[in-house]
């Protein structure tokens, strides 16, 4: 598939080819500073038909960032690698933020089933975008999994399906006093179930509580709600958390989930950022592929 193909091209090939190239710009410029002020060059000729002038503009500018880190460093009375270093890790974590904005918006525009099948060709590429995902989450004054966990923290003895769970918290905090089934793509962390959630390893009718927490990316919500509804007791609670810019129309949306058999209860906004659903499961499902379902992909800013 060429998609996944695509990811496999891979951020470790990108990472070590750009270490190199810093390192062998910084080697270069040192030794070329260390020569002009030893041997100092005459003015550079003027623009040549071969095309040379763009190089040497180049290699003007890469000289000129060299000459301004060596600058700060004397400045600052530290080695210049030490700054060689921190320029490094700037430029890698702008390529580990583009890394993680490039498999975030794979996962909002594939199947679960495409979604899994990257992971398993590219198994680096699931902590990549899980590094990516946590840094997003630690800016975030509220992080919805939390608010879902304080939901839930007043009852006891509950069978909870975290479907999409990331981290595991639900399972983390409320393991000890309920059964909490934890599943995500790939199994990270200890009891974690890997697997794709329109297909989870649970009999029907068994879970309390179905949650969603800003793992509705795949295209095939429909189906991942339907599983909700199969693995549910009658009653039992299902709760979405959601961006709320994925929604064109909130409406429409809480209609296709009824339409799949759900009765609404609540629903909040969080800081007009994410949205938290409740529903019940109230009956059967009538529409297996309502209109309405459809979530726009959330899409970070570069920073
Ligand atoms: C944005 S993260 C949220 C993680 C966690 N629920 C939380 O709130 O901290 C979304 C998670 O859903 C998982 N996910 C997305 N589609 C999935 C699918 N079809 N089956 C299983 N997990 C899926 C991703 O791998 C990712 O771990």
């Known amino acids: 598939m060429g998609s996944t193909l695509d990811v496999k091209g891979g951020a470790r090939k990108e990472k070590r080819k750009l270490r190199n190239l810093v390192r062998r710009k910084a080697l270069k410029e040192s030794r070329k500073s260390k020569l002009a002020t030893e041997h100092p060059l005459p ?123 990331g981290d595991a918290k639900i399972a983390e905090v409320l393991g000890a006093h309920n059964t909490v089934h934890s599943f995500d793509l790939v199994a990270k962390k200890p009891g974690v179930v890997a697997c794709e959630m329109s297909h989870v390893p649970l009999e029907k009718d068994t879970c309390d509580v179905v949650v969603f927490c800003l793992s509705l990316m795949g295209t095939n919500v429909n189906e991942y709600l339907r599983e909700a509804h199969r693995i549910l007791k009658m009653g039992g609670d299902l709760r979405i958390a959601e961006v709320c810019s994925r929604f064109d129309n909130v409406r429409a949306f809480m209609r296709a989930v009824s339409h799949m058999g759900f009765e609404f209860k609540t629903s909040k906004t969080m800081q007009d950022y994410f949205v ?26 570069k920073r």
């Open 276 to 301: 938290l659903f409740h529903f019940k499961k109230a009956g059967k499902v009538e529409h297996k592929r309502p209109s309405g379902l459809t979530l726009k992909p959330c899409l970070y800013k």
């Open 43 to 165: 003015d550079a000729p003027g623009p040549s038909a071969d095309g040379s002038t763009k190089k040497k503009k180049k290699n003007r500018g890469k000289k000129k960032m060299f000459l301004k880190l060596e600058a700060k460093a004397q400045e600052m009375g530290v080695p210049v690698e030490n700054l060689i270093e921190k320029k490094e890790d700037s430029m890698l974590k702008r390529l580990e933020g583009g890394r993680f904005r490039y498999l975030n918006e794979k996962l909002y525009t594939m199947t679960g089933e495409e979604a899994k099948q990257m992971f398993e060709e590219d198994p680096e590429a699931f902590d990549q975008y899980h590094s990516g995902y946590r840094d997003q989450a630690k800016r975030w004054p509220l992080n919805p999994v939390n608010v879902i966990i304080q939901q839930l923290r007043t009852k006891a003895d509950l069978v909870i399906a975290d479907m999409g769970c």
